[in-house]
């Protein structure tokens, strides 16, 4: 389980590292802000029909075998970062980082937990939405602090690190047993299975309301403070160091996973509850710091963001895995990640649009009172969902009770 971990963690690394040199990539290929936030974009935009894809068929192309696929494109799109020379390189560039990711995200979760003994499938689920947290945030800081202090070649010497951590990644992923491997060559010969994110529908409207939708509005917001924090810091913290934007990442991106260690409030519905809650209050402490260009209080609104998020992530991710059948559990985590990632367009879309009405921030106020509403709707939700994980529960314990008090009767002289 450590190792599929690490793959999981150095490939999360990877996804955002490219973070703090988007300035550095405007000022060097005199990009417009429009261009800046294609190159944003173009990311999501590869991932989102890769994961579709992969999602649907990556079990039956062998999962060892898709995730051996995603660390090598991820590797050859850090060379291509490093060689390029032109702008269209470094667009390349990020849309293989998006396919990379699109077919490593769903597919990894569900390789880790063909690598871990059924009763520890809660906790690998756990680390793994820790590692992810932690990946997403380590990449920008370690990418910020190279380019700041290193002082060599900043657009090449931080893939250098990165090539370096990803085939380590590589180098982990073949140490572990293919146990999937003998049935994916029995399902070469089965009929293609038909491209589809379909959920059952005895949990799809569970899983919507208190699993995919969480996740949304968590990239949702996160995506806005994202979108604001290179502005802030340059106008209100009045500073050109490019490891502040990078710790300010890390910690809204990585922050969380202290709140997942906490041991408070067990119970995963009180725990969700919690977590969107501070997810949206954090929100608005970010963008109220913005009004009143405060950088204390920028600082506080992203680490209740950040400690919002984590919570937010690990139950929700948590109940993406634990409400399906394990037959079905690859493409419901796969969906639950297309979920996350359309939500993080919403920020580029959604200010696009709404600049047409209003200024870049009260767009951005715009959307925090949409995903507000969201919040408020979960939150009336968990009531039913309450009773339903209750009931599910306690039937899972009939289930596996019953075999026991059966054995119980016939060893009984």
Same mark, same amino acid.
């Given at each position: 389980m450590k190792k599929m971990l690490w793959v999981i963690l150095m490939m999360s690394t990877g996804t955002s590292f490219t973070s703090p040199l988007f300035p550095l990539y405007q000022e060097h290929y005199r990009l417009s802000s429009l261009q800046i936030t294609v190159l944003f974009a173009v990311y999501a935009v590869a991932l989102l029909p890769t994961l579709f894809i992969v999602g649907s068929?990556?079990?039956?192309?062998?999962?060892?075998? *898709?995730?051996?696929?995603?660390?090598?494109l991820s590797i050859l799109a850090s060379i291509l970062f490093m060689a390029s020379h032109q702008a269209w =390189?470094?667009?390349?560039?990020?849309?293989?980082? +998006?396919?990379?990711?699109?077919?490593?995200?769903?597919?990894? !979760?569900?390789?880790?937990?063909?690598?871990?003994?059924?009763?520890?499938? +809660?906790? &690998?689920?756990?680390?793994?939405?820790?590692? *992810?947290? !932690?990946?997403?945030? #380590? @990449?920008? &800081?370690?990418?910020?602090?190279?380019?700041?202090?290193?002082?060599?070649? $900043?657009?090449?010497?931080?893939?250098?690190?990165?090539?370096?951590?990803?085939?380590? /990644?590589? &180098?982990?992923?073949?140490t572990l047993r293919d146990e999937d491997y003998q049935a994916h060559k029995e399902r070469q010969q089965a009929?293609?299975?038909?491209?589809? =994110?379909? !959920?059952? /529908?005895?949990?799809?409207?569970?899983?919507?309301?208190?699993?995919?939708? $969480?996740?949304?509005? =968590?990239?949702?917001?996160?995506?806005?403070?994202?979108?604001?924090?290179?502005?802030?810091?340059?106008?209100?913290i009045h500073t050109s160091n490019l490891a502040v934007s990078g710790l300010l990442i890390l910690l809204l991106m990585g922050g969380g996973t202290m709140m997942q260690m906490l041991p408070?409030?067990?119970?995963?519905?009180?725990?969700?509850?919690?977590?969107?809650? =501070?997810? &949206?209050?954090? /929100?608005?402490?970010?963008?109220?710091?913005?009004?009143?260009?405060?950088?204390?209080?920028?600082?506080?609104?992203?680490?209740?963001?950040?400690?919002?998020?984590g919570w937010t992530f690990q139950i929700s991710l948590r109940l993406a895995g634990e409400l399906p059948h394990v037959s079905e559990r690859s493409r419901?985590?796969?969906?639950?990640?297309?979920?996350?990632?359309?939500?993080?367009? *919403?920020?580029?879309?959604?200010? @696009?649009?709404?600049?047409?009405?209003?200024? #870049?921030?009260?767009?951005?106020i715009v959307l925090n009172v949409l995903a507000t509403l969201i919040v408020l709707y979960m939150l009336g939700y968990s009531v039913k969902f309450a009773r339903y994980y209750a009931e599910r529960n306690e039937k899972q314990a009939q289930v596996e009770g019953f075999p026991a008090k059966v054995s119980s009767q016939v060893l009984r002289p």
């Open positions: 068929r990556g079990s039956s192309w062998g999962l060892k075998r *898709v995730l051996r696929i995603s660390i090598l =390189l470094v667009y390349a560039a990020r849309m293989l980082v +998006g396919i990379a990711y699109g077919s490593f995200t769903g597919t990894a !979760v569900a390789f880790l937990l063909k690598q871990t003994p059924k009763e520890k499938s +809660g906790k &690998a689920i756990l680390l793994s939405g820790m590692a *992810v947290s !932690v990946g997403f945030g #380590l @990449g920008p &800081a370690l990418a910020g602090l190279i380019i700041e202090y290193l002082h060599l070649m $900043p657009l090449r010497a931080p893939f250098w690190v990165l090539t370096v951590l990803l085939l380590s /990644a590589w &180098a982990g992923l073949e009929a293609s299975v038909p491209i589809s =994110l379909r !959920v059952s /529908a005895d949990i799809k409207p569970h899983f919507l309301s208190f699993s995919a939708l $969480p996740v949304f509005t =968590l990239f949702t917001l996160n995506g806005i403070v994202l979108s604001l924090i290179p502005s802030f810091v340059k106008n209100v408070w409030f067990k119970h995963p519905v009180v725990r969700l509850r919690i977590g969107i809650t =501070l997810l &949206a209050f954090g /929100a608005w402490l970010v963008v109220l710091s913005g009004t009143l260009e405060s950088i204390s209080l920028m600082w506080a609104g992203v680490l209740v963001q950040a400690l919002g998020s419901v985590i796969t969906t639950y990640y297309f979920s996350g990632y359309i939500g993080f367009i *919403v920020p580029i879309v959604g200010v @696009g649009l709404l600049s047409f009405l209003f200024n #870049l921030y009260m767009s951005l």
